[in-house]
Nanobody, 115 residues
Framework: QVQLVESGGGLVQPGGSLRLSCAASGFSFRSNAMSWWRQAPGKEREWVARITPSSATTIYADSVKGRFTISRDNAKNLMYLQMDSLKPEDTAAYYC????????WGQGTQVTVSS
């Protein structure tokens, strides 16, 4: 059974940084492309960043390109999202999932960017 547990969110001032973690279990993590998504209040969930199994390829939504970095540690079944230069519009609940976001969603981790 796929289990995804996100952590690392919090309250940060504009311009600040956070690193999110996704702990994966119940499937072959090293064989699956993964992604980060986010959902702001009143908006649909949107993908933020994607990474292939070997980390050879990463892609980002235009809204976060140059500010966020996705990475993974296949030995530890962990995926990360380093978020720098945070903006108020980055405020959302953040989730991890497979490349297409087709698995059940975890509880997410809340990121609030505010002064």
């Amino acid at each position: 059974q796929v289990q995804l547990v996100e952590s690392g969110g919090g309250l940060v001032q504009p311009g600040g940084s956070l690193r999110l973690s996704c702990a994966a279990s119940g499937f072959s993590f090293r064989s699956n492309a993964m992604s980060w998504w986010r959902q702001a209040p009143g908006k649909e969930r949107e993908w933020v960043a994607r990474i292939t199994p070997s980390s050879a390829t990463t892609i980002y939504a235009d809204s976060v390109k140059g500010r966020f970095t996705i990475s993974r540690d296949n030995a530890k079944n962990l995926m990360y999202l380093q978020m720098d230069s945070l903006k108020p519009e980055d405020t959302a609940a953040y989730y991890c999932n497979n490349w297409g976001g087709t698995w059940s969603w975890g509880q997410g981790t809340q990121v609030t960017v505010s002064s």
